[in-house]
């Protein structure tokens, strides 16, 4: 299987069918169920809620209505920063009861689907992909980072409360050709021989083959795998998001992964995350 550029991946079509089944999916839960821990830290489901609420709207705000957003000014933590700003959105939510926060979910998320549904892949990005390193993005990766946003904190709810997965593949399987992109700058320190190459084997409906190859003091991500890698990691869809979002404990992490071939250039993968930590 030759090694390919990955083309860029439309996720604009997949926010409101994804959103529109979560929505059916959390106005079932009974009241105990709001309460429950999750694995976002000590976010419990309806905190968690609160935040999709908050990333959305924020989205909405700051790049369809050109509203100006709160500015880091470089001092401290980039990520305490954010942090923060989630922590004060939480604590408001407090106040709100889970039936509102879903009327809002309901609401936000509709109008989010509709705005990027008429964005331009070629649009301007909102703000760079931080977590894959980059000072500028494409439009279409800024919109996969917002798509994979809301798939996984969908998902760590669902995941709290026993709800299924999303019924469609695809979903996933977009939210992980988004997140997989990730990998070069999670890389970026490991050295390697010309030419090493680690091959991805993600199995299930939502997987795929690719491919981590060193090339000019970098790495670089590809479909497919060459013909002898230098080594081989094979984990399935699941385990590939969870691994990549923090929602895998790292004790888990080798009985997931199968590695075949040089394992220092497996290992790490392990603390690889499509997500600002």
Known sequence: ?????????????????????FVAAIRALPDEAWARPTVAGS?????VLAHLVDVSARRLSFHRDRHPPPRFDGRGD???????????????????????????YAAVSDELASFVEALPLDAPALFPVSWAG?????????????????????QQIRDAVGAAPPSNPEW????????????????????GSPNDTV??????????????????QKWSLWTGQPAEPSA????????????????????AVAGRVRVSGKAAL???LGGARSVIV
Not at 43 to 47: E, G, K, M, S, Y
Not at 82 to 93: K, Q, T
Not at 172 to 187: K, S
Not at 232 to 247: G, H, I, K, P
């Open 232 to 251: 081989v990691a094979e984990l399935s869809d699941d385990t590939a998001w969870r691994l990549l979002f923090n929602a895998l404990p790292p004790s």
């Open 78 to 104: 980039f990520v305490a920063f954010i942090n923060d700003l989630n922590a004060r959105w939480i604590a408001v939510a407090a106040r709100m009861s889970p039936g509102v926060l879903t009327s809002l």
């Open 199 to 216: 091959v991805l084997r993600i199995t299930g409906a939502s997987g795929g083959v690719f491919t981590l190859r060193r090339e000019a």
């Open 134 to 154: 980059e000072d500028s993005s494409a439009g279409w990766f800024d919109i996969g980072r917002e798509f994979t946003e809301v798939w996984h904190h969908q």
């Open 43 to 47: 976010w419990r489901v309806r905190d």
């Open 266 to 268: 497996v290992e790490p």
């Open 1 to 21: 299987m030759p090694l390919e550029p990955i083309p860029p991946t439309d996720t604009r079509a997949f926010f409101r069918p994804l959103s529109a089944e």
């Open 172 to 191: 996933l399987r977009a939210f992980l050709l988004i997140a997989l992109r990730g990998l070069p700058h999670a890389y970026r320190d490991v050295s």
